[in-house]
């Protein structure tokens, strides 16, 4: 407990200090985890809740129109909507709407907490390691009653129970390439039929994906510029042609499918800025851009994947596509006549 308050003291002087640092910047410097500091706040501005985050997810429907934000250290998707259908199989969930677009892993989850910054209330859901893997926030047009209800629903018996944070990262070991078996390997990428199976494939080799990219059969992954990837954003905005945009935590995919129209360079971020889409990505940490093809049972799909430095992907790209149909033409024709080899 003592812990706690210490930290509360540090976090409070920072704020003041710091009012403009966003809170998982401010974990940073202060060398500990955003669920961390919040929780310094549980009885004040932070509510506790319990962990039935799957009960909770599928409560939010109730909400009406909210804004879903899923991010990772260098790119942040925010998109609106309707929590619908929220699904799950095990600890695998799924909420497949038009807008609101996720992909579940609640094996990452470990913490939730209702947060109240000046008015603006949110559901805030924390992995292992204390850092954000999906967020909820009210927009103007939430049913704000529904949102007390639900946090009444599930608020924590214990608002002062101790988080148990798990910092350890496992850090994968790239085998050396002449160690993979690539022609076995390009032979399974050939015969793909969904691309749901890539990550399979690349387990089954012992490859990484950048390493998988790397040992691709010729033609189906080549490393582009930075620069294509904005030329292609921009092309899609130009023609409205609608794209499906991938960003992802350890416990969330969230996508958004649709036209991207306001893009906006700020320092080192790219955005889009629309009314029910936003994306912010951090350019400079973009260490690669690549070009893949896969196979499936509807023909090629073509995606463009960035990477950081150490080779955690950061958003991808595609054609707007739904299983059973092929890829949008022209979204293949334009990457294919944009996209410049590094």
Known sequence: MEKVIELKKQWE???TENPKVRIRDAAKQLDTTEAELLATSAGDTVTRLTNDFQEILKS???LGK???LTRNDYCVHERKGVYKDVTFSGPMGLAVNPDIDLRLFMMQWSSAFAVDENGRKSLQFF?????AVHKIYLVETSDAAAYDTLV???VAHDQNAVLVINKDKKIVEEKPDAEIDAAGFQQTWLSLKDTHDFHGMLRKFGVTRTQGLRLAPEGHAVSITKESLKAVMEKASETDLEIMVFTGSAGCIQIHTGLVKNLLQ????????????DLHLREDAIASVWLVKKPTADG???SIEVFDENGEIIVQFFGKRKPGIPENEHWRLMVNEIAVIA
Do not use: C, R, Y
């Open 152 to 154: 009444n629903k599930f």
């Open 13 to 15: 002087a920072f704020k």
């Open 60 to 62: 939010i429907e109730s």
């Open 266 to 277: 700020t320092g080192p971020w790219f955005n889009v800025l629309d009314p029910d889409f």
């Open 300 to 302: 090629i799909v073509t």
């Open 66 to 68: 909210v804004m879903a």
């Open 127 to 131: 992995g292992k390691d204390g850092n």
